[in-house]
């Protein structure tokens, strides 16, 4: 990937230069490989959110939430009372597919995982953090579908 070597240039740059000097601006062709890069993984995420392969009974995560709605990816971390204890993300979504989708767990550093928590995420951009808010959002978060949602 060569978002990789940008984070080794900044790297290298803060070594050569001086470390506590801040890395280089980004460039505008930065930030656009940065944001394809982001595309691509919320991309995936939409395709697995409205996929069955997660789970083993025809379900999808958007049978629940159509369109990412009432992840509320901007709570977490909270007590979730279905786990049992304070949760993440990464946790409520493998609580999903392991329960309602009667799938198997992903590994929190999977790529599915990583797609599906970028694309939550995304749907609900802007919206203000909340960690440990345990109230249904009012009103309810609806957002729209799909990669490209401007």
Not at 12 to 41: C, V
Not at 47 to 62: D, R
Not at 79 to 104: H, S, Y
Request: with cysteine; hydrophobic share 35%.
């Amino acid at each position: 990937m060569r978002f990789k070597g940008l984070i080794l240039g900044s790297l290298l740059f803060g070594i050569l230069f001086n470390a506590s000097e801040a890395r280089p601006p980004f460039t505008e062709e930065d930030l656009k490989l940065m944001h394809e890069e982001l595309m691509n993984l919320v991309k995936k995420g939409d395709e697995l959110f409205h996929s069955p392969k997660l789970g083993t009974n025809g379900l999808t995560c958007a049978n629940c939430h159509p369109d990412g709605a009432f992840t509320n990816p901007n709570t977490f971390p909270k007590f979730q009372p279905n786990i049992g204890e304070v949760a993440t993300l990464r946790d409520m979504i493998n609580w999903c597919i392991k329960i309602p989708l009667e799938g198997k767990m992903l590994p929190h550093d999977s790529e599915e995982m990583k797609a599906l928590e970028a694309y939550i995420y995304y749907m609900h951009r802007g919206y203000k953090l909340k960690p440990g808010d345990n109230t249904a959002p009012v009103p309810p978060v609806r957002v729209e579908s799909g990669p490209g949602y401007p």
